[in-house]
């Protein structure tokens, strides 16, 4: 199923990340008031010159970010139509075109990633190509904190899958023309069993400086610094290898993270968890995230031969063995061509006793590497926003050895961090979908794990190799602030304020200290900041953090006729509190 | 088709000389797709706004480039504002035409019309190597021979004559994969390469080397409102299906807002002009403290440009004396407004 099964594409290139990471601190931003903090009275300059000062300690990294990240240099590298990698297709070389907006749903924590984006292109418009509106948000997970322990600064060491779907029912088009691989595919997306396209990407060696050596960014920092100070518009994006699959999006799959039989590490240091499928005569295995690098060279740890085999319920008995991996099968080079699948042919009656039976991956000495977890709970919706008094439906699919289980099987949730630990269980249907409900109760960022089976015990944290898991922000209603004079005092005051010092990029489109700018552009503003238009890469603001309350002041004030009072601020001051705020690591 | 002057290049001071022109043709060609970029009313035109701004961007990383490989033969690049109406940088009569005159023309067929003489490839295969000198020489050339021409030259200048890092403008900030160090003949070859390929197409398409349609195409898609589409035919390609283009969906801007009197029109459209002019002199003075090796001017000129932009959506929105009448930029370098106008 899913990318896992062909016809399949394959891409590679590169992607730029230029998130503000001013707001990851809580001594700069209150993720659960969605607001940001300002020192007693002091004003935007200040706050402005807080974050540029800590650049130059451990703590930021880029306060003129974008939130953008795009694709460059991303090319599509190979096809595979069933018979195994080809370069042939005339989709090969094609651009692969994407720019999302990347946004932490939980701003201080790192394991809530996500990109707002519209479409995203495979092939240009008059060639082959493959068209894919967005309907569902790009989602992070799997994120591994052990990919190339080399780069040890802020996300260097991490490599993440991300991944969405795009119904064949919601624009998605495809223009074959003399592309084998895209003739099949809209032959695939005939059949009612295919609800559409898969996407799967790993991004991995993430730069930061565009510095290949880690000891060099406390001086490149420091330029940054005085460039900052210079003024202008300083960006500083860092940047990531990817590699990336396109396949079928087969009904029962999950839309947003990977399905198939969960893989999961046992030696995270040496192989993180993966995805696999067995058919008759084939194992699949999604290694994209799994292998770690040794060095910026991208040169991959040579783990030597890997067997495949399936293992009875006592862990350690092989009821099957389905086949071996040389270094060749997962080097750089066959790596970076077909994004980490591989596929080695196994015997039929083997392939006949793995369908029930536990996959391993495991060294020549029979160290376990990876070891199946059979029954997997996905949340359908893996980030999930909710205006406090909100209240939703969570659905979670579950998983049996890749496949959705019938009626009836246990689900646990719980929230990792409630002192408690205790858990809330629903059963599942019979397209083995458990629901739970959720309530925004007032503003905070909750996480929630699963685990499935009857007794099965709720992991007491999140490991993103490991854990499936929700995370859901509820923001504050601010009913004192809906209901304030619609002045600009109290529309900056109270709502833009916290944007204008947070996003000194905003500047280049539109001064949010400025209310005759504010007022011209008041029809863009309405839909930009729509709540129908939350998934849109245009959303503002970009960090999906205003408020019921917020909006509606806002809105008072653009559709008003109120007089425009000058705003005075308090002139800047140096925190030192701010100066000595560390950097955000990986983990937590 | 834009005509450039043929010139031999027999001496470093030559190349240095056409590298400085260079710089100055592709600068000039960033207003008129500015301008026509700037023109098009918000909400209408996507496929035909993403398709100008993609090639003006590359024309900026263009610039840069080329920047970048006089900068590696030891020569600070010098900016010149460009003045419009008026004649490419380099610009002569050549094939039996007059030289073309560039005006600033809100988006229409006639601006597009004006790009694609601008990006227009010559006509088959036009290689021009260094070799070709022995032969008859010509008197004029074509952007893509030009930049040929000149590489040839700069293939035979030995390693020494190349400085390392000397006031490079990379990719860290801005435009991710596309502005590179040059630090000798591999990487001055490499940015020539794109810069026609990105222009022209490859000889034998009319995609560049990234798989993407060259800007002459690009222009030509919006002017046809047609898109350049694979076919199964001898040349590989045919016009299909609609773009979208709606050529009504534009503000009613004067061309050539440099040569109107604005004495006599409203104050506020006067404001406006000054915005423009300051954001403009702002970005050239940046941009030229940015490739004389100013750490952080990049930055400063990318803030100018957006500054440029918001002072032209303003100034699109702004009446002249004639109520239906109103002016897009006029892109001109008066160092007088800066600072002296908010």
């Given at each position: ?25 809580p ?8 607001k ?28 003129h ?43 201080y ?7 707002f984006?519209?479409?995203m ?31 040890k ?49 790993n ?39 990817l ?19 969960a ?16 058919s ?9 995230n799994?292998?770690?690098?040794t ?30 991996l ?14 980490g ?43 999930i ?22 009626s009836?099987?246990?689900?646990a ?11 809330t ?5 019979a397209?083995?979908?458990a ?33 499936t ?17 619609p ?34 552009f ?24 205003m ?10 004030f653009?559709?008003g ?7 005075v601020?308090?002139?800047p ?7 000595s ?8 | 088709?834009?005509?450039?002057e ?10 240095i ?60 690049p ?37 790009a ?15 070799e ?12 893509g ?26 990719d ?28 022209e ?15 002459y195409?690009r ?24 773009l979208g283009v ?41 941009l ?33 004396a ?17 600072g002296?106008?908010?």
């Amino acid at each position: 199923m899913s990318v896992l099964e062909t016809p399949r594409l394959f891409f590679r290139g590169r992607i730029t990340w230029d998130p503000i990471v001013t707001n990851n601190r809580p001594q700069q931003y209150d993720e659960n008031e969605g607001k940001t903090v300002f020192d007693s009275d002091n004003g935007v300059a200040a706050f402005r010159k807080d974050a540029i000062a800590a650049v130059t300690g451990p703590g930021n990294w880029n306060p003129h970010g974008t939130h953008r990240s795009t694709f460059y240099e991303t090319f599509t590298v190979g096809v595979d139509t069933g018979g195994g990698l080809s370069t042939s297709d005339a989709i090969v070389k094609s651009p692969v075109l994407f720019t999302g907006m990347l946004v932490d749903l939980e701003p201080y924590g790192a394991f809530s990633s996500q990109l707002f984006f519209d479409d995203m292109s495979f092939g240009i418009q008059g060639g082959c190509r493959v068209f894919a509106p967005r309907v569902t948000r790009m989602t992070g997970r799997y994120i591994n904190f052990a990919r190339n322990t080399t780069y040890k600064y802020v996300a260097g060491v991490a490599s993440v899958v991300w991944q969405t779907s795009f119904p064949k029912t919601s624009g998605l088009r495809i223009d074959p023309h003399d592309s084998s691989l895209l003739q099949k595919f809209a032959e695939q997306l005939k059949h009612d069993d295919v609800l559409g396209l898969t996407v799967r990407w790993n991004t991995y060696r993430t730069l930061y400086f565009d510095s290949l050596n880690p000891a060099n960014n406390t001086a490149l920092a420091q330029q940054l610094h005085d460039k900052l100070v210079g003024g202008g518009f300083q960006p500083n994006p860092a940047r990531s290898e990817l590699v990336g699959v396109l396949g079928l999006w087969r009904k029962g799959e999950p839309a947003t993270e990977p399905g198939d039989r969960a893989l999961l590490t046992r030696q995270p240091g040496r192989m993180a968890s993966a995805h696999a499928r067995v058919s008759k005569h084939q194992l699949t295995l999604d290694l994209a995230n799994s292998v770690p690098e040794t060095g910026v060279d991208l040169a991959k740890l040579n783990l030597g031969d890997l067997n495949a085999v399936a293992v009875a319920p006592d862990g350690a008995t092989v009821v099957a063995r389905l086949g071996s991996l040389k270094y060749a099968d997962y080097c750089r080079e066959k790596y970076e061509a077909s994004a980490g699948i591989v596929t080695i042919e196994v015997d039929w009656g083997e392939a006949e006793k793995a369908k029930t039976a536990d996959i391993q991956i495991r060294q020549k000495d029979d160290t376990v590497l990876l070891a199946e977890a059979a029954l997997r709970a996905v949340p359908t919706a893996p980030n999930i926003y909710l205006d406090e008094g909100e209240t939703t439906t969570l659905s979670v699919l579950v998983l049996d050895r890749g496949k959705p289980t019938g009626s009836g099987v246990q689900v646990a949730m719980a929230n990792p961090d409630t002192s408690s630990g205790a858990s809330t269980t629903s059963l599942t249907n019979a397209e083995g979908i458990a629901t739970f409900s959720l309530s925004g109760t007032k503003g905070q960022v909750e996480s929630f794990v699963f685990a499935a089976g009857q007794g099965a015990a709720v992991p007491q944290g999140i490991n993103p190799q490991t854990t499936t898991y929700v995370y859901v922000r509820t923001l504050p209603a601010d009913a004192d602030i809906a209901g304030l004079e619609p002045s600009w005092t109290t529309v900056y005051g109270k709502v833009l304020r916290n944007w204008h010092a947070m996003a000194p990029c905003m500047d280049n489109w539109l001064d949010l200290g400025n209310p005759d700018q504010v007022k011209s552009f008041a029809a863009m503003l309405h839909e930009l900041t729509a709540k129908a238009n939350f998934e849109a890469f245009r959303f503002m603001p970009v960090t999906r953090d205003m408020t019921t309350g917020e909006r509606a002041l806002l809105y008072a004030f653009l559709d008003g006729t109120g007089a425009l009072e000058a705003v005075v601020e308090a002139p800047p001051q140096v925190s030192l509190q701010r100066l000595s705020r560390a950097m955000r690591g990986g983990a937590r | 088709m834009i005509y450039l002057e043929f010139k031999a290049i027999e001496t470093v001071d030559d190349a240095i000389e056409l590298l400085q022109m260079a710089i100055a043709l592709e600068f000039s060609t960033l207003p008129p797709y500015l301008y026509a970029l700037y023109s098009i009313r918000p909400g209408t035109n996507a496929a035909a706004f993403e398709r100008i701004r993609f090639v003006a961007m590359e024309e900026m990383v263009h610039m840069c480039l080329a920047c970048n490989i006089l900068n590696a033969l030891g020569t600070n690049p010098v900016l010149t504002a460009p003045n419009y109406p008026g004649p490419l940088p380099g610009g002569i009569s050549g094939g039996g035409k007059e030289p073309l005159i560039i005006h600033l023309l809100p988006f229409s067929k006639d601006a597009m019309a004006q790009a694609m003489a601008i990006e227009e490839p010559e006509a088959g295969p036009m290689d021009f190597p260094h070799e070709a000198l022995e032969a008859a020489q010509p008197t004029f050339m074509t952007i893509g021979q030009f930049y040929h021409h000149l590489d040839g030259f700069l293939a035979t200048l030995p390693a020494s004559r190349w400085s390392r890092g000397r006031n490079q403008l990379d990719d860290r900030q801005f435009l991710a994969g596309k502005v590179f160090a040059v630090n000798g003949f591999t990487d001055a070859h490499r940015a020539i390469d794109g810069i026609v390929s990105e222009g022209e197409g490859t000889r034998d398409s009319p995609l560049d080397f990234g798989g993407d349609v060259a800007h002459y195409y690009r222009f030509a898609e919006v002017f046809y409102d047609q898109v350049l589409t694979k076919a199964d035919n001898s040349k590989g390609y045919a016009w299909k299906d609609k773009l979208g283009v709606d050529w009504n969906g534009v503000y009613p801007a004067i061309a050539d807002p440099g040569s109107h009197d604005f004495s006599k029109d409203p104050p506020t459209a006067r404001a406006a002009q000054d915005r423009c002019d300051a954001a403009f002199t702002r970005l050239v003075q940046e941009l030229q403290r940015a490739v004389a090796g100013e750490g952080g001017r990049l930055g400063n000129a990318v803030r100018a440009m957006f500054d440029l932009r918001m002072a032209a959506k303003q100034a699109l929105t702004v009446s002249l004396a004639v109520p239906t009448q109103v002016a897009g930029p006029s892109f001109r370098y008066r160092p007088s407004l800066v600072g002296a106008v908010q």
